[in-house]
């Protein structure tokens, strides 16, 4: 029994059956989330929340980037839900929409509002009914959610997967959050899938040194002052994780389920949205080279010995392009537990060239 999260939400009040089969574009769910009061959040899915989840098995979260549009990658996700001939009634595909402040015309009333960056990093909302509320707390709301066994007594696992924008949200999630291994201790697979992200979270002063970028020392200041600030490093942390230290993250996010990956061809040092602040340039000048400096980092701070449940694919021929990613041989096995034999036109994975 499993749930694959691929950073999505649950609603409280989905379109008719009707609605939903006449539009062009999938129609998202309102949610109510949070202890409290809490707040509403938008959510695409393939099943109404007010139905019987009990047949669920799995839940899928696949999180959008930085233009916010849930549902061009819950279509996507629906896609490759239907092309791993899982059955459809044991899969929950959820696709979360952190509304932005730009987003007025998509009508998503009295819910949290979030800076067109902010939510990527953890930030809190900065308006609407929920303002105050962390992008991560959504999270953790969410996957509480899928994992309550009053709503949902089936299911084992839950993959939180994102892309881009939304892969930076997933991956600094899954290094700071503090209910993976509550979840888990409750027989509950829980994974994350970062695919393609502009830049990692460091938990020390030390970044990749260039050309090589196989060696680590600190960063010049003088370059870039604030480059160990969050969402880089460990300084001026987000409110969410405030205190936290950079070491104990550490040792606690390499007991984590975490799968990267990045396309073989996303090394446009140029790329429309590749995060150029100097932060994130300290960690290399393209998203290949940010993945396998930070998988490099990961080793240079691991104890001898010390065993690591990471795993880690370069897919062969792709980009930025969230579908080819996810439908790649590693991508949707990742997040859909796809056999590659069984997927022989996605695109090919290789081990990370470090």
């Known amino acids: 029994m499993t749930v694959v999260a691929v950073v999505a939400g649950c609603a409280s009040t989905p379109p008719a059956p009707a609605t939903q089969a006449k539009a062009a574009k999938p129609q998202w769910q309102r949610v109510h989330l949070g202890a409290g009061a809490g707040y509403d959040f938008p959510v695409y899915a393939n099943h109404p929340f007010s139905g019987d989840m009990s047949r669920i098995r799995e839940v899928v979260f696949?999180?959008?980037?930085?233009?916010?549009?849930?549902?061009?990658?819950?279509?996507?996700?629906?896609?490759?839900?239907?092309?791993?001939?899982?059955?459809?009634?044991?899969?929950?595909?959820?696709?979360?929409?952190?509304?932005?402040?730009?987003?007025?015309?998509?009508?998503?009333?009295?819910?949290?509002?979030?800076?067109?960056?902010?939510?990527?990093?953890?930030?809190?909302?900065?308006?609407?009914?929920?303002?105050?509320?962390?992008?991560?707390?959504?999270?953790?709301?969410?996957?509480?959610?899928?994992?309550?066994?009053?709503?949902?007594?089936?299911?084992?696992?839950?993959?939180?997967?994102?892309?881009?924008?939304?892969?930076?949200?997933?991956h600094r999630y899954a290094v700071l959050n503090n209910v993976d291994e509550k979840v888990r201790a409750r027989g509950i697979d829980l994974r994350y899938v970062v695919a393609n992200p502009s830049s990692y979270l460091y938990f020390t002063p030390d970044r990749p040194v260039a050309p090589e970028y196989k060696r680590f020392a600190p960063y010049s200041t003088a370059t870039c002052a604030d480059y160990n600030k969050y969402r880089y490093g460990m300084q001026d942390m987000v409110a969410y994780a405030r205190g936290a230290d950079g070491m104990a993250l550490y040792q606690r996010y390499m007991q984590r389920q975490v799968t990267y990956m990045v396309g073989a061809e996303d090394n446009d040092p140029n790329h429309r949205v590749l995060d150029k602040a100097c932060g994130a340039e300290a960690e290399g000048p393209t998203r290949l080279q940010r993945a396998r400096g930070y998988l490099r980092y990961e080793q240079f701070l691991a104890k001898p010995g010390q065993a690591s449940t990471r795993q880690a694919f370069e897919v062969v021929?792709?980009?930025?392009?969230?579908?080819?990613?996810?439908?790649?041989?590693?991508?949707?096995?990742?997040?859909?537990?796809?056999?590659?034999?069984?997927?022989p036109s996605g695109a090919t994975c290789r081990a990370p060239q470090l």
């Open 317 to 343: 021929g792709v980009g930025h392009d969230q579908a080819r990613m996810f439908g790649s041989q590693c991508g949707a096995r990742a997040v859909f537990g796809l056999d590659p034999a069984a997927n």
């Open 62 to 170: 696949v999180q959008h980037g930085l233009q916010r549009n849930g549902d061009d990658y819950y279509a996507a996700g629906a896609e490759l839900l239907k092309a791993s001939g899982r059955n459809p009634d044991e899969v929950l595909l959820i696709a979360p929409n952190f509304p932005g402040t730009p987003d007025a015309a998509k009508h998503f009333d009295n819910m949290p509002v979030w800076t067109t960056q902010g939510w990527i990093g953890g930030e809190d909302a900065v308006s609407g009914p929920g303002a105050g509320v962390s992008s991560l707390q959504v999270l953790d709301d969410l996957v509480a959610y899928v994992t309550d066994k009053g709503r949902f007594p089936a299911v084992t696992k839950v993959t939180v997967a994102g892309h881009s924008g939304g892969a930076q949200i997933v």
